[in-house]
């Protein structure tokens, strides 16, 4: 069955750059999503379409996608970061709804 | 603005049901599907169904075939999932989510979620 893979753990201090990657045979053909959840808190949609920021998401925050690879990077990591991301994506056989295992993402 | 404003956390024992609903507001409430994702401890999130609220057409993953349904209450704006024969392995974080819609179509992915409700099956 169609798999994103992301790692499960990225850990940056404070300012520095934090990319999360998603891995997926489908994302040269589909668009990758990203999300923000906060312990306790409703997820946030960070980016869509691949690179697309959401309204509201601060300038630091932004997404890439090459061949396989879907990259979300955060330029100057904010302590208020912290937080588990994932990516989401269709299945390109059978438009299935799939997401990423998920990120922890340290700040400190 | 948008909300989605989900039930609280229950505990159920298994083989019973569990009912979680999903108030929407701060949008025409029939413009947009509505998901439902839930995420186990230790595991992804996963994709269990849809509902079309303006005609109430669903949409379930193969998995929950049968086990499953969502329904809609258009006079207040609220979504239903109703998950029955629980076991253990359905402990989980339940999500509903809208997905983005415009004026020429829904675009496949999810532009805000519920605060999630826990779902506890114990013996």
């Known amino acids: 069955s169609y798999e994103l893979t992301q790692p499960p753990s990225v850990s940056v201090s404070p300012g520095q750059t934090a990319r999360i990657t998603c891995s997926g045979d489908g994302l040269p053909k589909k668009y990758a999503y990203w999300y923000q959840r906060k312990s306790g808190q409703a997820p946030v949609l960070v980016i869509s379409?691949?690179?697309k920021r959401h309204s509201g998401i601060p300038e630091r925050f932004s997404g890439s996608s090459s061949g396989t690879v879907a990259t979300l990077t955060i330029n100057g990591a904010q302590v208020e970061d912290e937080a588990d991301y994932f990516c989401y994506s269709r299945d390109t056989r059978d438009n299935r709804r799939i997401f990423g295992g998920g990120t922890k993402l340290t700040v400190l | 603005q948008v909300q989605l404003v989900q039930s609280g956390a229950e505990v159920k024992k298994p083989g019973a049901s569990v009912k979680v609903s999903c108030r929407a507001s701060?949008?025409?409430?029939?413009?947009?599907?509505i998901h439902w994702i839930r995420q186990a401890p230790g595991q992804g999130l996963e994709w269990m169904g849809m509902?079309?609220?303006?005609?109430?057409?669903?949409d379930y993953e193969q998995k929950f075939q049968g086990r499953v349904s969502m329904t809609r209450d258009t006079s207040t704006t609220t979504v239903f999932m109703e998950l029955s024969g629980l076991r253990s392995e359905d402990t989980a974080i339940f999500y509903c989510a809208r997905e983005f819609c415009d004026s020429s179509s829904c675009h496949g992915f999810f532009d805000y979620w519920g605060q999630g409700a826990l779902v506890t099956v114990s013996s």
């Open positions: 379409e691949d690179s």
């Open positions: 701060g949008y025409p409430f029939k413009n947009s599907y």
């Open positions: 509902i079309n609220p303006d005609n109430g057409n669903t």
